[in-house]
């Protein structure tokens, strides 16, 4: 994990994406920030619509500039930046015109694993298992972004940390510019 280098970790819900984020964020090396995307939806307070919606569309579209505006800017000052978040193929295009190296990691974990621990969590989180199979849905064929994509099914926490890592050493991840 190279300071200014941005890896964008997604998945459906529940697929282990800011556990896997916050445990990137404290490893050892070069300085690093951790963005939770879920955050900058939040910070609409007036007029938010939820992003699974259809109608979030233009909503959706300017946090996602937002959010790669402010990953460029850690990174450009020298972090390594782990942007986790729902953030589909959909949403790429802001983050291809970076100019700083961009990695694209989707964590797949079986549905019945990501619906468990959606409604296992608990408090102001998606739980709804219509909304959660959707979302899923859409992770589970990306073409040429195939080869992004690790399966969590059967790992542990720190066996999926491990895996997150050694893909980023070998450059698996790696979009190109």
């Given at each position: ?38 955050d ?93 199979t ?44």
């Amino acid at each position: 994990m190279k300071a200014g280098e941005v890896l964008i970790l997604s998945g459906p819900p529940g697929s282990g994406k800011t556990t896997t984020a916050q445990a990137l964020a404290i490893q050892a090396g070069s300085p690093k920030v951790h963005l939770h995307a879920d955050d900058f939806w939040h910070y609409i307070k007036n007029g938010a619509i939820a992003p699974y919606l259809p109608e979030a569309h233009k909503q959706n579209g300017v946090v996602v500039d937002v959010l790669a505006r402010v990953a460029e800017g850690y990174a450009r000052g020298g972090y390594f930046v782990v942007l986790d978040g729902i953030i589909g193929p959909w949403f790429l295009e802001p983050f291809k015109g970076l100019d700083v190296p961009l990695h694209y990691a989707v964590l797949r974990p079986p549905l019945e694993t990501a619906i468990r621990r959606c409604r296992d969590r608990g408090g102001e989180t998606l739980t709804d298992p219509e909304a959660i199979t959707a979302l899923h849905q859409q992770f589970s064929s990306l073409g040429e972004l195939e080869r992004h994509v690790l399966s969590t099914a059967g790992l542990d926490r720190e066996q999926m940390l491990e895996e997150v890592i050694a893909a980023l050493q070998r450059g698996a991840f790696r979009l190109s510019p």
